[in-house]
């Protein structure tokens, strides 16, 4: 019985060595509200925010093709439904950045990775710009 009870204080231990390391980000534990407490900053937790006028001219030759000009994508088909589904633009910046730069593999679609066809500034202007069109 001692060493069962060795074992499982042993495993605990270990479990819980392990689990102090990990940060608990809102994007981990789905919280919304500890997504906009994050730091302070909000959705806008990614540095300074892009430009909307300059993102509208990326997004028509970017991401119109499969986004959509209503930015539903086809019911999310082509691509994020930035208009009905509420969740997506309530993410912040910093998780849609990577989005933009890493690319996405969705349910029935797959974002490429835009690191290679648009600069960091630029990625923020096409967000604000969806923020903006889109987040109302």
Do not use: W
């Amino acid at each position: 019985m001692i060493r069962f009870s060795s074992i499982v204080l042993a495993s605990v231990l270990a479990l819980c060595v392990v689990g102090c390391g990990k940060k608990s980000t809102p994007e981990a534990t789905g919280s919304a509200k500890g997504a906009a407490a994050t730091a302070g900053k909000g959705l806008h937790d990614a540095g300074p925010v892009g430009d909307a006028a300059k993102g509208a001219a990326l997004y028509a030759s970017k991401c119109l093709a499969c986004h959509q000009k209503d930015g539903k994508a086809m019911g999310g088909m082509l691509g994020a439904n930035f208009v009905d589904d509420k969740a997506r633009l309530a993410k912040p910046d910093s998780v849609l950045l990577a989005s933009i730069r890493d690319g996405v593999k969705g349910k029935s679609a797959v974002m490429p990775p835009q690191k290679d066809a648009m600069s960091a500034q630029e990625m923020k202007d096409v967000l604000a710009y969806v923020r903006k069109t889109f987040g109302g």
